[in-house]
């Protein structure tokens, strides 16, 4: 329930209190302008707990109310931690209902009797602060609570990120010690064969493998880096491929390609990279499944879309079973996803093959 409905409940309630406690008695203009003033004061006891407490005392001593005091005293309990004052407070209520009224009576009445009535409205008093600690304890408890269910979350993640930062560099590891020594060795081979063949096709057959393979292990060793950081500040410091990069790609590919069209500089970086490792995607391909095909990658923006497309020939002569991992589209595709762009890749009706990948003006 909102508080202002808590308080205007507990506002009619004493209302209703004050309406029972003066039916049938004559009282005086003072009593009910205490008694009114206590109830009214009600509405601001969220915001002046102590000074509600003491407008409802003059009530206290004049008419017999019981929703205001109690009210008062609970609110106070619950907003502050001072036990003194608590203490102080709970007397003096006890003492204003106890202290009879008008003040004659108590010469002429019991005074043992006003003792003992002070005790009992003073246990009476002690019920809504106790309940009101209650509450303030509950809400702290609460609170606590949530801090140690978010600080377990915390050391949750953190140790969610420690087992994939140790995956990561064991991943690292074994992509070092076991994949680059692969490519050293290739690269190795054909730098023999480069200086040992005879022909001219060979030496360039050979000088395209080795500097394929260099390439290679660089790629390599920017993974490495980049999984033994752990996605830490790390990973920024090596510089990433842009389109800048693609005419060195394009030339070193292994294959008859060329570079048409052009792109503004200011694109965004990670669409950059997305044009880059499509074409590097695209340009792989095309030597391992079409040997012997010419390939041409064609930069374009249309106004609503820039993008690449990567279109080559039909092979001039069979293609070798290669090992593949037959994801690298599917990365593509993801990429293009993530730039909220699209990707199409299929043959062509000549029975070469297409890779086009468009990326929104807007997005970039």
């Not at 329930?1 to 004559?26: K, N, Q, R, S």
């Not at 070798?320 to 199409?344: K, M």
């Amino acid at each position: 329930m909102p508080p202002y409905l808590v308080d205007l409940v507990v506002f009619l309630c004493a209302v209703i209190d004050l309406g029972f406690t003066t039916d049938g008695y004559d009282e005086t203009p003072g009593a009910l302008t205490a008694a009114t003033v206590a109830c009214l004061a009600l509405l601001l006891r969220r915001r002046f707990p102590l000074v509600v407490v003491l407008l409802t005392l003059p009530s206290s001593v004049m008419v017999e109310l019981t929703v205001p005091p109690f009210a008062a005293l609970f609110t106070l309990a619950d907003r502050t931690r001072d036990r003194r004052l608590l203490a102080l407070c709970a007397i003096l209520s006890a003492a204003a209902s106890a202290f009879p009224w008008p003040p004659s009576a108590l010469a002429s009445g019991d005074q043992t009797w006003t003792l003992i009535y002070f005790v009992y409205t003073l246990t009476t008093a002690a019920a809504p602060v106790l309940l009101g600690q209650l509450t303030q304890a509950r809400r702290d408890l609460s609170r606590r609570l949530a801090e140690i269910e978010q600080a377990r979350e915390h050391e949750r993640a953190l140790h969610a990120q420690a087992v994939l930062a140790q995956e990561r560099a064991q991943l690292a590891r074994e992509m070092h010690d076991v994949v680059s020594h692969q490519v050293s060795l290739i690269a190795v081979r054909a730098g023999a064969w480069q200086v040992a063949a005879k022909d001219t096709d060979s030496r360039e057959a050979a000088r395209t493998i080795r500097s394929l393979s260099v390439n290679t292990l660089d790629e390599l060793r920017h993974m490495v880096t980049l999984l033994r950081a752990s996605g830490g500040r790390a990973t920024e410091l090596t510089p990433q491929p842009t389109l800048a990069d693609l005419r060195t790609l394009v030339g070193s590919s292994g294959i008859e390609a060329e570079l048409t069209g052009a792109l503004p500089p200011d694109i965004a970086t990670p669409a950059q990279r997305a044009l880059y490792r499509t074409v590097q995607e695209a340009l792989t391909n095309v030597r391992k499944h079409a040997p012997g095909a010419r390939a041409r990658v064609h930069l374009w923006d249309d106004g609503e879309e820039f993008g690449v497309t990567v279109t080559n020939t039909p092979p001039t002569r069979p293609s070798l079973p290669l090992p593949g991992s037959q994801q690298g589209l599917i990365g593509l595709r993801e990429r293009a996803d993530l730039l909220h762009g699209t990707f199409h890749a299929g043959p062509t009706p000549d029975g070469g093959y297409r890779v086009r990948l468009g990326v929104p003006s807007a997005g970039d």
